[in-house]
């Protein structure tokens, strides 16, 4: 005997002996794990969320969304990480920023992004001791959608037609990206349009240098493509400006034709500087 008696909350009668001793320090270690459980909430690190929601891209930063039904009881931060789609060296995964977690205000703004990109993002959750859920997918692409691509079913060449989308306020569209490129097909077949001008052509059309150097009217990188097999890639005067034809593949024309176009929606930054660091506690890569 331990000379502990029956005052221990045991059966009347019962002494603990040195047989009893482990089975009582089982019991206190499984307390205590069932304590540190509700404490911290019981996090769990293999929990996969629903992605956020883009509620609007601006220039240089986003407006992202989640829904508070699928927030982790206990969730004091999140991490949101955006892509930078069909980027040149392959789509750029960024490191990311974390911010507190608020039920009330279920919004974040995420800042930096590189202006006139293509992005998708993703979110994981935290606790109080950074135990971290899982990534989740990425959110739905929401840069250039149909309610910013138009036709313009006029026909004009392609400085007409560029200077018809910059008096509208907009631009002939830039593609990044398959699905704009199909978007635009799918607009041709509704409207039975044969041949459409995008935003793309040879810098160096209209003066003396030889070089064919594709860029587009928004001065983004050329790093996404569709020619037809067979088109002229290398540009002279007679093939200096780019059309979509009605398979969605990319052609190369003299900028004098007359052609239908498409046009695109500038959207431009509407959030303060203020706003674009709201909640930011750090940027880096988290574990």
């Keep these: 005997s331990s000379g502990i008696n029956a005052e221990w909350p045991l059966r009347p009668g019962t002494q603990l002996t040195h047989h009893s001793l482990p089975l009582i320090a089982m019991l206190f270690a499984a307390i205590s794990v069932v ?3 509700v404490i911290a909430g019981d996090y769990d690190s293999d929990f996969v969320p629903d992605a956020p929601t883009i509620v609007e891209e601006f220039s240089h930063s986003a407006h992202i969304s989640v829904e508070t039904e699928n927030v982790p009881s206990g969730t004091t931060q999140v991490h949101l990480q955006a892509e930078e789609l069909d980027d040149l060296t392959g789509n750029n995964h960024e490191i990311g920023y974390t911010f507190p977690y608020n039920a ?6 995420y800042p930096q992004l590189n202006s006139n990109e293509y992005h998708v993002f993703r979110i994981k959750y935290g606790n109080t ?3 971290w859920s899982q990534y989740s997918d990425y959110s739905s692409y929401n840069h250039a959608d149909a309610s910013r691509v138009s036709l313009i079913e006029v026909e004009r ?4 037609a560029n200077q018809y989308c910059l008096a509208e306020g907009k631009r002939l569209v830039v593609v990044h990206s398959q699905k704009v490129n199909t978007l635009m ?3 041709m077949a509704s409207e039975e349009v044969e041949s459409a001008w995008i935003g793309l052509y040879d810098a160096h059309y209209n003066d003396n240098d030889t070089t064919t150097t594709w860029a587009w009217v928004d001065g983004t990188k050329f790093n996404w493509s569709n020619f037809e097999l067979g088109a002229v890639e290398d540009s002279t005067l007679d093939t200096a400006a780019v059309s979509i034809d009605s398979v969605g593949e990319w052609e190369t024309l003299d900028p004098a034709d007359k052609k ?3 046009c695109e929606e ?3 930054e509407s959030v303060n500087a203020r706003h674009e660091t709201v909640g930011v506690i750090q940027s880096g890569e988290l574990a």
Excluded: G
């Excluded at 009330?104 to 703004?109: N, Q």
């Excluded at 060449?157 to 007409?160: H, I, K, L, Q, V």
């Design 35 to 37: 304590l540190i459980s």
């Design 104 to 109: 009330d205000v279920p919004y974040f703004y």
């Design 129 to 131: 001791d950074s135990t």
């Design 157 to 160: 060449n392609w400085p007409e």
């Design 185 to 187: 097909k799918s607009a």
């Design 260 to 262: 239908k176009f498409f």
């Design 266 to 268: 500038l959207q431009t």
